[in-house]
């Protein structure tokens, strides 16, 4: 889950940095991917509905400071195809003025007579449809030509008040950075680097500083260090005049901080490297810096000293509260990872962010990279079964789960906007791929209906999710998105925050006043909507708060949305009708509140004009701002309300300085508007006056006047209107059908009560109806569409569940786990609650309120228990049942099987586990050469080989989310010799019992019998046994050639089997284990037979073993028949005052199959020879509490590591 970078948003490009920002960054091309022009930006940052980097998309709300250094300014370094003419001229009709044009990528391209046909007026034209025809010639049955509808332009060139300076010696800089304070400053600040892409770090930086509107700059290189190399430029957001500078960290980690806007530094080193900065939205002096090693500092001095609040923070996951749903404007709220890789959600104070002091909101742990606090609002994510879920707290109480329609079945949700206490969110349900559908919420952020489906969506340049949907500045509720319906894009508008939707109504005209023939629903206007971070590129929206009604965007007239024949449109009337005001793409600026719109061409060649409208768009006059054409690469406006001073960024060539042109729009007004210069304008939807429950009349220049505004007036006035049917939505669970009426949707029970509601008080029974947020109508129908207040009906408790908080059927043996129980209907403060989990333990509750955060309890043995609720009242009962699997990690697993056995014998192999009470397991053998394994709940098999050779068998152990194995190789032959081997007393002194040490020794020895009798290696395998005293198990093996030929019979195993005996006999047998130990090998006993074989003709020493066994299993029956009376003994199923647990034994473990110690397995050849009373059971003390209950995952004894 996370925020968007909705399509409509803080517009990209030129519109975008006049809108009063005063900051502004353009980078070369490629610049984002060497990191250094596209920082890390926080959420936060993020401005309205605009993309943000990094992670899962992210949005701020408008207002919000600043997170991040500002963006920069690059150089688009755009080179001129060969063949590309330079800017050409076109008359419009009947003006006589010329239009600038210039050829574009795929357009056909005119001749020398179509730009004499130009001049005269005369020639082709682009029909709205892209249909080039002549403009002499009418379509027949069309009506004449409008001239009061075209666009009119005024070529008749009209020159600004402009200044021109270059930085001098930074022409190889590609970035920059730009700031502007603004509010009645003139202070200009700019930071210009060189990125080197082969080394991938910043290699020269320049700070030049301008306290004249930009007419002259002053660098700084000197103030900060000449040798100091800059990176980024902050600036706090709620005092302009403190500016932060950051050095490479490649070079060193300080800051610089000024407090009089940049004209003197202080430095102060850093003993981390800062990625990125997030302010304080009121305090100027507290910041939150995030560190590239994932830790995060705060500071109260603004910099000059930090402390460490929280390591292993997640990026772009941390906020400062929310003035007015926090208490303590210090209280960060932050995403961190815990040790083993989750993600949960903490609060801390600034000053006092300590173990003990953090706070944890949500209980348990979220998805990473879910973590969003936004206004009044707190969201996270949390994944069970394969599904999300998602969790709103509103104003800081308790977390609910969001509700969406039943069968929504989200697969990502991004919360869009929470403005006006309510929750916009996109959702991709289950059957969408690249739409999203558009939901709304209350008040609480918990229930959401359905607003648009199928709204187009896209990736960012980041790979972040982009909606197709723009909220109109100034208009609350206003709204424009990007449908897909029948594999067609089109673009719908609202103006009830989705309640209802209509396309746009195509200009009937176009540029040149030509009637256009476009016919609703089959043809409309199509705009597009998202938010570019390249001005040169399509894509282009703006709006502003002063200036409500003007809406301008690129988009084509047609039966859908293109990317061919792109045109410029714009509105007067709030998106009610428009106009085509260019053909070609421009970048449309705001100036005094609106009262001016400036348009710059977009192209690759150097301009030195630009278009100026004082009359919304209808009217467009040529001005230049520059005397040599300007390759544009950005312009920054002057921030405030007087907006009537920009900053154009270019260069006069591809190796020029920057090029800064101040332009001075003050010169073309002559005076201030007065009283007479307005008239009223009122807010409608085709005809309608009443917008969200109100009618609104606006001030607006006439068209006619050229004055000054300055200061944004605002609306005159706002009357609420009568409410009706169009004033209200449907509420959660209902669905509005063909004749306009809310009904129930098929899986809401609207009888559903809510389940805080009890016999004897009150709820709000909905009518179907819920009313728009912020929606201002009074009376009317009002109170027939909203909720009632009514009695809680008594009811039988009913739809009674079970299930633990993050809604797994396991649990960790030895920790807490959290039980919810919910109940879908019933009286839940007169009810009844009995938990019994299943190990003798049981617990009351006397209502479910008492039971909202869950109930904890520790299961301090493995197994599955049968844990169980009933809930009783006067009027009826329920129960419901939850098998809970109560586990211990699993960290070994060792094979146990015979080293060497014989054809056509049954073998037996047995996985042992550390610790041995895991829980429940499933086990799968893969042995000789099957292909396919074999899968038991048992953790030992038998099986048979039938060919001769080396056998590898493996085996595999699942327990819960783990899976551990272990292979072996065992022989398989028709006929062996085995020989028990001892050792002189002096091996047990170094021998440490680990398995490296035996494989070691094992070829020692081996080494040592070939050495002493010549006996082919072959013939002859070696391997010490765990245990003490030291001892060895001898086999002696037949051995064939490749070629299958000369195969040792049972006669030359009995010789080989009487050299070896006679040799160790002879103490023939010896090696060094170390200078100066010498350790003798002696026989033992020898076989005839595989040692696994227990049948009659074997020797006796495999009968010994036989009733080795034997005695031990009595020996268990008798220790469990009367476990009760004997100390020491831990009694499995022991319960409080006796009493039985209820609890279904380990599937993997049967009751019948007695508890072995793990350091006395032995396989058949360790039991040879040895007496039984060394096999008897023996169970330590030391592991068991005093209750005889196992109290952690510790095991009784270590496990052997081999064969």
Not at 251 to 279: C, M, P, V, W
Not at 488 to 507: E, S
Not at 827 to 850: E, K
Request: charged share 20%.
């Amino acid at each position: 889950m996370g925020k968007v970078g909705a399509g409509g948003g803080s517009p990209a490009g030129l519109s975008a940095l006049l809108a009063g920002a005063g900051l502004l960054v353009l980078c070369a091309p490629g610049s984002c991917g060497g990191g250094s022009c596209c920082p890390p930006r926080h959420p936060s940052a993020a401005p309205r509905w605009a993309p943000t980097p990094g992670g899962l998309p992210h949005q701020g709300p408008r207002g919000r400071a600043p997170a991040a250094p500002l963006p920069q300014l690059g150089r688009p370094l755009f080179a001129v195809a060969p063949g590309d003419r330079a800017l050409s001229l076109e008359r419009a009709p009947g003006t006589g003025a010329p239009v600038a044009v210039a050829p574009r990528s795929g357009r056909k391209r005119r001749s020398g007579e179509d730009l004499e046909k130009a001049e005269r007026g005369e020639g082709t034209s682009r029909s709205p449809r892209g249909v080039l025809r002549d403009r002499g010639q009418q379509e027949p049955g069309t009506p004449e030509r409008d001239p009061d509808k075209a666009t009119r332009f005024r070529l008749e060139e009209l020159k600004l008040t402009s200044t021109t300076f270059a930085l001098t010696g930074d022409s190889a800089h590609n970035q920059a950075m730009v700031h502007w304070s603004g509010h009645n400053s003139s202070v200009i600040l700019i930071l210009t680097k060189l990125y080197d892409y082969n080394l991938g770090s910043i290699t020269e930086s320049s700070l030049w500083r301008s306290t004249d509107y930009g007419t002259t700059y002053e660098k700084l290189n000197d103030k900060v260090g000449l040798k100091t190399i800059l990176s980024y430029l902050y600036v706090c957001p709620t005092n302009k005049r403190k500016i932060m500078l950051l050095t490479d960290p490649e070079i060193e980690s300080s800051l610089l901080i000024s407090s009089d806007e940049g004209a003197t530094y202080q430095k102060y080193r850093l003993n981390f490297y800062i990625q990125s900065l997030l302010f304080h939205p009121k305090q100027e002096d507290w910041i939150l810096a995030y560190s590239q090693d994932q830790k995060l500092y705060s500071s109260a001095e603004f910099g000059r000293r930090w402390q460490l609040i929280q390591e292993a923070v997640v990026p772009n996951r941390f906020y400062w509260s929310v003035m007015g749903s926090n208490k303590e404007p210090d209280l960060i709220h932050l995403e961190a990872r815990t040790v083993d890789g989750h993600s949960q959600y903490l609060t801390c104070r600034m000053q006092n962010c300590t173990e003990a002091n953090r706070n944890k909101p949500f209980p348990g742990y979220i998805d990473p990279d879910s973590l969003i606090v936004q206004d009044d609002y707190v969201f996270v994510q949390l994944t069970s079964g394969g599904r999300p879920h998602y969790y709103v707290s509103y104003r800081r109480n308790a977390f609910a789960q969001m509700k969406l329609p039943k069968y929504a079945l989200p697969k990502d949700m991004h919360v869009i906007s929470t403005d006006e206490n309510q929750v916009f969110a996109a959702v991709q349900e289950w059957n969408q791929n690249d739409t999203y559908n558009l939901y709304i919420s209350d008040t609480r952020g918990v229930y959401f209906t359905l607003a648009l489906e199928n709204v187009q969506s896209s990736r960012g340049p980041e790979g972040n999710v982009m909606i197709d949907l723009y909220e109109v500045a100034g208009i609350k509720g206003m709204f424009l998105a990007n449908k897909k319906t029948d594999n067609q894009v089109k673009t719908f508008i609202t103006y009830n925050k989705g309640r209802d939707w209509r396309l746009l109504q195509a200009p009937d005209t176009d540029l040149r006043g030509d009637p256009v023939h476009c016919l609703l629903p089959y043809c409309s206007l199509h705009l597009h909507l998202k938010v570019s971070e390249n001005p040169y590129t399509s894509g282009i929206i703006a709006s502003r708060d002063t200036a409500p009604s003007i809406i301008v965007a690129s988009g084509n007239i047609g039966s859908e949305l293109s990317d061919s024949d792109i045109s410029m449109f714009v509105s007067s009337d709030a998106g009610n009708t428009w106009r085509q005001i260019f053909e070609e793409e421009h970048s449309v600026l705001y100036l005094d509140q609106g009262g001016v719109l400036v348009a710059m061409k977009h192209t690759s060649l150097p301009i030195r004009h630009l278009w100026l409208s004082f009359d919304e768009g209808r009217s467009w006059s040529k001005y230049s701002f520059t005397s040599i054409p300007l390759f544009v690469d950005g312009v920054l406006g002057e921030p405030g309300e007087e907006t009537l001073i920009m900053t154009v960024f270019g260069h006069f060539s591809h190796r020029s300085e920057w090029q800064l042109v101040k332009v001075d729009y003050k010169s073309i007004f002559d005076r201030r508007c007065a009283e007479e210069d307005y008239r009223p304008w009122q807010l409608h939807s085709q005809g309608e006056a009443c917008i969200m429950g109100a009618k609104r009349i606006y001030k607006k220049r006439k068209s006619e006047r050229k004055c000054m505004q300055g200061k944004y007036a605002g609306a005159m006035e706002s009357e609420p209107c009568v409410c009706t049917e169009a004033d209200f939505d449907c509420d959660y669970g209902y669905e509005r059908h063909s004749n306009g009426q809310c009904l129930p949707a098929f899986w809401f029970n609207p009888s559903s009560l809510s389940k805080d509601c009890s016999l004897g008080q009150s709820y709000l029974n909905s009518t179907g109806y819920r009313k728009v947020v912020s929606n201002n109508c009074t009376d009317g129908v009002r109170e027939q569409y909203t909720a009632k207040p009514q009695k809680c009906p008594g009811k039988a408790p009913r739809g009674l569940r079970i299930v633990t908080a993050d809604g797994k059927l396991t649990a960790e043996q030895g920790h807490n786990v959290t039980l919810m129980v919910q109940l879908e209907e019933g009286d839940v403060q007169r009810t009844l609650i009995q938990v019994d989990f299943g190990d003798g333990i049981a617990v009351s509750y006397v209502n479910l309120s008492s039971m909202e955060d869950g109930i904890k309890h520790v299961y301090h043995n493995v197994g599955i228990f049968r844990v169980t609720v009933q809930v009783d009242n006067s009027l009826g009962s329920d129960s419901a049942v939850l098998y809970l699997h109560v586990t211990c990690p699993l960290e070994h697993v060792h094979l146990s099987l015979p080293f060497v056995t014989t054809k056509n014998k049954e073998v037996n192999a047995t996985a042992v586990l550390w610790p041995s009470q895991v829980g429940t397991l499933t086990y799968v053998w893969w042995y000789g050469n099957n292909t396919e394994p074999l899968i038991t709940l048992e953790g030992s098999i038998a099986f048979k080989f039938t060919s001769e050779g080396m056998n590898t068998i493996t085996v595999q152990v699942s327990a819960g989310n783990a899976i551990l194995q272990d292979t072996k190789t065992i022989a398989v032959y028709e006929e062996f010799r085995s020989l028990r081997l001892s050792f002189s007393p002096n091996l047990d002194d170094y021998n440490p019992d680990i398995p490296e040490w035996r494989r070691d020794v094992s070829r020692v020895i081996k080494k040592a019998l070939v050495e002493a009798t010549g006996v082919p290696a072959q013939h002859i395998l070696v391997a010490v046994l765990p245990g003490l005293p030291t001892a060895a198990e001898l086999f002696v093996l037949p051995h064939q050639d490749p070629t299958g030929e000369n195969k040792r019979s049972a006669e030359d195993l009995e010789q080989i089997s009487e050299l070896l005996i006679h040799k160790l006999n002879q103490n023939s047998v010896h090696f060094e284990l170390k200078p100066g130990v010498q350790v003798l090998v002696h026989a033992a006993h020898l076989t005839a037979a595989p040692l696994v074989d227990l049948t009659p003709t074997h020797s006796g020493s495999a009968m010994l073993m036989l009733l080795s066994v034997v005695f031990v299993g009595l020996a268990v029956f008798v220790i469990y028949k009367f476990k009760r009376k004997i100390p020491g003994i831990n009694v499995y199923a022991q319960m409080q005052n006796e009493k039985e647990r209820e609890m279904v034994s380990r599937v993997s473990h049967p009751e019948s199959r007695p508890y072995v110690p793990q350091t006395e397995l032995r396989r058949p050849g360790q039991l040879i020879d040895e007496k039984v009373e060394s096999q008897l059971i023996e169970v330590p003390n030391s592991n068991f509490e005093s209750n005889g209950v196992l109290g952690s995952c510790s095991v009784f004894s270590r496990i052997p590591t081999e064969h």
